[in-house]
């Protein structure tokens, strides 16, 4: 799709309570850190690199409080840099 799109894709956004319902997730499992996650945004990376199209992980329902939003913050950097995940 990005080769049809013959430049006109700015960018690759990850629906994860699409994906992950689509799966038969039910809403208490679903999250940006839910493995079947992890592998959909792996495939889009791959799928995008090379082209200079960003890939972004999808929205999250959990509010802003500090101590639970700052993980999958962490695990999106830790992701996109290659390092380990604490």
Not at 29 to 52: C, I, N, R, W
Not at 54 to 72: A, E, I
Request: charged share 10%; glycine share 12%.
């Amino acid at each position: 799709m990005l080769h049809a799109a013959a430049g006109r894709c700015a960018g690759l956004h990850f629906g994860t309570y699409d994906y992950t319902a689509a799966l038969g997730i039910s809403a208490a499992y679903q999250s940006l850190e839910h493995p079947a996650a992890d592998h959909a945004k792996a495939v889009m990376q791959v799928a995008a690199a090379g082209t200079g199209v960003p890939v972004c992980d999808g929205s999250t329902n959990v509010l802003p409080v500090w101590q639970h939003h700052r993980r999958p913050g962490r695990v999106g950097l830790a992701r996109a840099a290659g390092a380990p995940i604490t």
